[in-house]
């Protein structure tokens, strides 16, 4: 059984999910876009600001089950542009150290109420 993981410093779901699920030893965080989690409206229409808001929301859930971005093993990146992909990537690099988690970067043609990135995890506790 896993338990649902909610916390303010991160964006209220927006539908029937939670934030994230704890399964104890794994933790599967929903993806997250760019909304301030105190006003749950975008930060900004600009990538690299949105990028940042994304993975703020993604600490912020990792801190509330005592966790870090040392933990993510698998990370999903939706981009409305792949034309985004090279400032998308340097801001979440700068987030993270190596060893890097497992990534997939994908173009879709549209994100929850226009977001221009969408971000999800997995995360393990040692």
Same mark, same amino acid.
């Given at each position: 059984?896993?338990?649902?993981?909610? &916390?303010?410093?991160?964006? +209220?779901?927006?539908?029937?999910?939670?934030?994230?699920?704890?399964?104890?030893? @794994?933790?599967? =965080?929903?993806?997250?876009?760019?909304?301030?989690?105190? &006003?749950?409206?975008?930060? +900004?229409?600009?990538?690299?600001?949105?990028?940042?808001?994304?993975?703020?929301? @993604?600490?912020? =859930?990792?801190?509330?089950?005592d966790l870090s971005f040392n933990n993510v093993a698998k990370m999903n990146i939706y981009l409305d542009s792949m034309d985004d992909f090279a400032v998308?990537?340097?801001?979440?690099?700068?987030?993270?150290?190596?060893?890097?988690?497992?990534?997939?970067?994908?173009?879709?043609?549209?994100?929850?109420?226009?977001?221009?990135?969408?971000?999800?995890?997995?995360?393990?506790?040692?």
């Amino acid at each position: 059984m896993f338990k649902a993981v909610s &916390t303010n410093q991160a964006p +209220s779901a927006i539908g029937p999910y939670s934030q994230a699920t704890d399964l104890g030893h @794994i933790i599967f =965080i929903s993806g997250q876009i760019p909304l301030d989690p105190e &006003t749950m409206e975008f930060v +900004s229409n600009d990538i690299k600001e949105q990028t940042h808001r994304v993975m703020k929301n @993604i600490r912020a =859930i990792l801190e509330e089950v005592d966790l870090s971005f040392n933990n993510v093993a698998k990370m999903n990146i939706y981009l409305d542009s792949m034309d985004d992909f090279a400032v998308v990537n340097d801001v979440y690099a700068s987030y993270l150290s190596e060893p890097y988690p497992a990534r997939a970067a994908v173009e879709v043609s549209k994100l929850p109420k226009g977001a221009k990135v969408e971000i999800e995890a997995i995360a393990t506790r040692d």
